[in-house]
């Protein structure tokens, strides 16, 4: 089934994208703090300085939302054995949403 072949790259992409926005955010954070101290300024003089870290730390605060949505969204459709295949639903069988697994059983399913 083309849902069970790409499901886990595609959840894998999106877990990995958010973690990447978190470690961007987190780093410009320090970047912006490191800047700080060895200046001995104000948080706003040193985000003052280092006007990509502010750019950055826009971006990856806003892409985290949705990008963290979506991975949390599908984490859910995994862990209740749903997927996320409304257009399909007449054309491929619909038995193996019909069986009762735990919720580990449904992840390791699909990601492994």
Known sequence: MIVQRNYRFFYMFVFSTTLLCLYVFGFSWVYIIKIRDAEQITIWKAMAKTP?????????????????GLSV??????????????????????????????????????LL
């Open 52 to 68: 990509a870290s502010i750019a950055l730390v826009v971006y990856t605060f806003i892409a985290v939302w949705f990008v963290g």
């Open 73 to 110: 969204f599908h984490l859910y459709l995994m862990s209740t054995n749903q997927v996320n295949d409304v257009p399909w639903n007449g054309i491929f069988p619909v038995s193996h949403r019909d069986s009762v697994l735990s919720v580990a059983n449904h992840c390791c399913l699909l």
